[in-house]
């Protein structure tokens, strides 16, 4: 069965630091990788997704993430955050070849210093 | 453009009562989904459904029904509520099986009391 694992519940970061949170998968084949972000008192918005081809996925607001087979890792990163971007992140898995559940990890909260 | 749509938004029930989370989409998705949000747990799939009078369940579906009528709509029931209901509820809609992203509403907040 596929699962996330998003290790760090918590993430604190100051204002135009760099950023990085990390997911972990486990999946055997060919996995679909998402990354939403929640806004207090919203729903999820993607930001990013892999599928297939260059393993360095830009998505909205400037983030980035990357897919790593050997370590089935897909870290996001942006490279200086601002206020605005806390809120709640998760990492989410699809199955290639069938699969219509999405499995979501458990989040992670970044806060942001001024 | 009004996407995934939920109602009510905020509802406060007494032990056993029963109530329906509304949702509709009009993006005329098949798939569409009812998920729970725990603070510190993430979301856990309740029901889904692949289609109109297409529907499964989740990982967490007991104390909970569905039904899938039209495209559009997918209703989520509450029979006997109680406390450990009490939730952040998201439904969402995705396009195609493999490769769409979830569209979501933002939320239901239940509390049972």
């Known amino acids: 069965a596929q699962s996330v694992t998003q290790p760090d519940i918590h993430i604190t970061v100051s204002e135009g630091a760099s950023l990085e949170l990390r997911c972990n998968y486990s999946?055997?084949?060919?996995?679909?990788l998402f990354w939403y972000v929640q806004s207090p008192g919203q729903g999820l918005q993607l930001l990013l997704k892999?599928?297939?081809?260059?393993?360095l996925v830009q998505g909205i607001k400037g983030f980035e993430a990357e897919f790593k087979r050997s370590q089935s890792s897909f870290n996001l990163r942006k490279p200086s955050v601002h206020w605005s971007d806390a809120a709640e992140y998760f990492c989410?898995?699809?199955?290639?070849?069938?699969?219509?559940?999405?499995?979501f990890g458990r989040g992670t909260s970044l806060i942001v210093h001024p | 453009n009004a996407g995934v749509t939920q109602t009510p938004k905020f509802r406060i029930l007494k032990i056993g009562q029963s109530m329906t989370l509304q949702c509709t989409q009009d993006?005329?998705?098949?798939?569409m989904y009812w998920y729970r949000q725990d603070p510190g747990m993430g979301l856990k799939l309740i029901y889904y459904?692949?289609?109109?009078?297409?529907?499964d369940k989740g990982e967490v579906p007991n104390g909970y029904n569905v039904s899938r009528s039209t495209t559009e709509d997918f209703p989520l029931r509450l029979e006997l509520a109680a406390p450990s209901q009490t939730s952040v509820y998201f439904c969402?809609?995705?396009?195609?099986?493999?490769?769409?992203?979830?569209?979501f509403g933002e939320g239901s907040r239940l509390t049972v009391l």
């Open positions: 969402a809609s995705r396009r195609d099986r493999e490769t769409g992203e979830l569209f």
């Open positions: 999946y055997g084949a060919t996995p679909y």
């Open positions: 892999y599928f297939s081809g260059d393993t």
């Open positions: 989410a898995v699809g199955q290639s070849g069938g699969s219509y559940i999405p499995t």
């Open positions: 993006m005329n998705h098949n798939y």
């Open positions: 459904s692949v289609g109109a009078g297409i529907t």
